[in-house]
Structure formats: structure tokens, C-alpha cells
């Protein structure tokens, strides 16, 4: 089974903090994804990354930067945390296969004070 | 560019009736489409997905989903509902040759005893 983690289930940051969400994926996949979601507004993609070294922005990249120094893991940096950051945070990784479909971490909440 | 539709927020059934949860589509190309399932506080499960072939597509926990391309829809079925169905369901699409999926807004089923 593909299992994708993240670091924390739970997470309450200060404003102006620096917020490190790492995601590690077992499954050799290519690709890899953030995404943050909020009531009515579904999932939005944040950033992602086809390759090691390698990323693309999303819908909403603003206000995060993303790294990916090993093919398994792939962090999201919020330089500096605002309120309005609050959300719930999903990771996934798809390989390049036909079907593409997306393996999604348990997530992680982040609330903003 | 892509889009997807989930027109209903809420979806509510009696537990042994027939469930349906309609999406629809916009993409370039043949579209790649997913159904994923959400259960609270938890990240998104993959339940089933359509790239070419029958229009019908079985997947996970006895649902599936009929593909018609003319109306651009793919919407989730299954025969008789279960209380443990009750989750966030959530619609996506993505293009050939593209590694990023389109998600819809979600829809919010609920099987009463």
C-alpha cells in the first residue's frame, strides 16, 4: 500500500512564525503535491513538484515556498504565518502512470493565533 | 482550462436506497477522472477512476460512477447506501499529459438509519 505521512496531525503557530509541514512518501513517486483545504472552497493546489530540485506553483503559491531536496520528501515553508493561513494541509504523490491518481497523507491542522 | 462541478453541497438518503453524486467536467482532450472520499479529520481516500474504456467504472467499498461524455458527467453511484458512507465526497479531473487534478468544491453525503 502507498503510505504517505506528514509530520504532525495538530499544529498552532504564533503569527510571524516560521512553519516547516514535511511530507514523506513511500511509493518511489515522481510526483508530489501540497494542497490546502477550506469549507466551500474544496482543494487547492499550493505547489508541487515533478522531480528532486524541481517545483511548480499552484493556484495559490502566495506566501509559501517549497523545497525538495530528496525524491520521497517534500516540505512546505510558511516564511511567515498569518491568520489567514489557518487551514488544513494534504500532501499527496502520484506516479506518471496513465491513471495519475493522487495517494494523500492524512493531513495536518494548522491553526494561526 | 480544466473545471470541475459538484452542484450539490449536501446530499442526503435514507440507508438501502440508491445513492447518486453528480459531477460534471470541463477539459481540453480526453479527460482523466477520480472519485475521492473524505471521512472526518482524515486525509482523502481514492475510491475510483475512468481513463478510456467502459463507460461504467467500478470501484472501492461497492461504488461506481458512469462516465458520459456527451454531457460531460461522472456521476458516483451506488446501488443501496450504508451510514458508514456518510463522508465528503469530492470530484476531480485532470487532462492527458497533465499531472495536476482539478478538484471540485466537495459534496456532503449523509445515509440516515
Known amino acids: 500500500d502507498v503510505k504517505v505521512t506528514q509530520s504532525s496531525r495538530y499544529l498552532v503557530k504564533r503569527t510571524g512564525e516560521k512553519v516547516f509541514l514535511e511530507c514523506v512518501q513511500d511509493?518511489?513517486?515522481?510526483?508530489m503535491f501540497w494542497y490546502r483545504q477550506d469549507p466551500g472552497l474544496g482543494l487547492r493546489l499550493i505547489y508541487f513538484?515533478?522531480?528532486?530540485?524541481?517545483?511548480e506553483k499552484g493556484d495559490i503559491p502566495e506566501g509559501y515556498s517549497v523545497s525538495r531536496e530528496k525524491k520521497e520528501r517534500f516540505s512546505l515553508i510558511l516564511e511567515s504565518a498569518s491568520t489567514n493561513q489557518t487551514s488544513m494541509y494534504l500532501c499527496?504523490?502520484?506516479?506518471?502512470?496513465?491513471?495519475?491518481?493522487?495517494?494523500f497523507g492524512p493531513g495536518t491542522r494548522l491553526t494561526v493565533t | 482550462a480544466q473545471s470541475v462541478a459538484q452542484p450539490e453541497d449536501q446530499v442526503n438518503v435514507a440507508e438501502g436506497n440508491p445513492l447518486t453524486v453528480k459531477c460534471t467536467y470541463s477539459v481540453s482532450g480526453n479527460p482523466y477522472l477520480f472519485w475521492y472520499v473524505q471521512y472526518p479529520n482524515r486525509g482523502l481516500q481514492f475510491l475510483l477512476k475512468y481513463i478510456t474504456g467502459d463507460n461504467l467504472v467500478k470501484g472501492s467499498y461497492g461504488f461506481e460512477a458512469e462516465f458520459n461524455k456527451s454531457q460531460t458527467s461522472f456521476h458516483l453511484k451506488k446501488p443501496s447506501a450504508l451510514v458508514s458512507d456518510s463522508a465528503l465526497y469530492f470530484c476531480?479531473?485532470?487532462?492527458?499529459?497533465?499531472?495536476?487534478?482539478?478538484f471540485g468544491t466537495g459534496t456532503r453525503l449523509l445515509v440516515s438509519p
Open positions: 499527496a504523490s502520484s506516479n506518471n502512470g496513465a491513471g495519475g491518481e493522487q495517494y
Open positions: 476531480a479531473v485532470r487532462g492527458t499529459g497533465f499531472q495536476k487534478l482539478v
Open positions: 511509493m518511489d513517486h515522481e510526483n
Open positions: 513538484s515533478y522531480d528532486v530540485k524541481m517545483k
